[in-house]
């Protein structure tokens, strides 16, 4: 029998579609995480933005293309926020939500729709089984921030922290060349007590590189950074969620910092590491955003020199505070949206330029005509010329190539 898992949205689905992934190889199937001929699929599914909603149901469509009579079981994000219409789009399918997903695999034969309720206790899924080089390690779920234009904390429930020794335990287990530490918010890790810190201390005996999803300000402090040296390979990129460079704007969005605290958080970061990749996510057109605040937005870019950006048009998610804010002209964030994908190329070209000639280490992940291909510790992606090696290798950086650097063996 074989069953693809397809994962739309954040590296937490991918956590929770690896340990199905598991459990399906466990029953005997030939599993793919990619859209292919299969009996049975599971769908993890994304709300984020109303078009991730949109993209998760249209996957009904492109799984029938491959097999009309294939079932189809839905679960995540889209479907905790509208069960009705993924039923709706597959009557035969199972569709569940973001909670208790490890029963999903005794329901393989079920129909209709099953949605839990919150859950206050960490779920402790299967270990992953990762069909890709890098392993994502799920170690927190649910949200309690409540950004008035984030409608998460209502799908995935409050913040609740994963047993430290599990998370040792999995990875020692797998024994990945990467393992990325992630969460739905990741800096409100805390476990009896035990916060982000003391979960990092925890891993430092760990052979494998290391790597932390996406951070928020407020966990950047001297003793963090110092306990994230102490690592015997920590992969030097931190993704610090920004959302707007204007303090009117962060306000309205419940963010909790000004924008001089992030930079000076940046600023922090290479105190203690000069080469770190620094990404970050900002959302454009958001309802009070005026063009004075955008200004400040790009300014903001320009003054932290991020290594690359992910620039997103606002979307209004039904129950939460800024979907009641009057909505700007779809006209407006397109062109912002356009003026900011330009600062993002910008970010990366300089990020590539002043990386070429240095010694970094690549995981490498794939080969594509004719090249390996994978990404630094500093999360570049890095190619080098085909030839028989794989795990992690020491490359001198030699030319911007495509996306990236091409770079070759030392």
Known sequence: MKAVVFTLGCKVNECESNSLIRGLVERGYDVSDKLEYADLYIVNTCAVTKEAEKKSRQTVSRIKKFNENAKIIFTGCATQCSPKKFIEKCPDGLVTGTFNKGAILDMLDKSGVVIEKDQTEFEELAPVKSLRTRTFVKVQDGCNNFCSYCIIPYLRGRNRSRNPENV???IKGINPLEAVITGINLSAYDFDGQGLKGLIKGLKDVDCRIRLGSLEVNVIDDEFLSTLKELKNFARHFHLSLQSGSDNVLKKMNRRYTAKEFLDKVNLIRKYFPDAGITTDIIVGFPTETEQDFIDTLNL?????????????????????????????????????????????????????????????????????GYLEGYSGSYIRLYMKDQNINGIKRVKLISPFKDGVLCEII
């Open 301 to 369: 870019v320009d003054e932290v020199k991020f290594s690359d950006i992910h620039p997103f048009i606002f979307s209004p998610r039904e129950g939460t505070v800024a979907y009641k804010m009057p909505d700007l002209e779809y006209s407006v964030k397109k062109r912002r949206l356009d003026v900011l994908m330009e600062k993002k190329k910008e970010c990366r070209e300089r990020f590539i330029k002043e990386n070429v000639g240095t010694t970094q280490e690549m995981l490498i992940e794939e080969s594509i005509n």
């Open 168 to 170: 040792i335990n999995e």
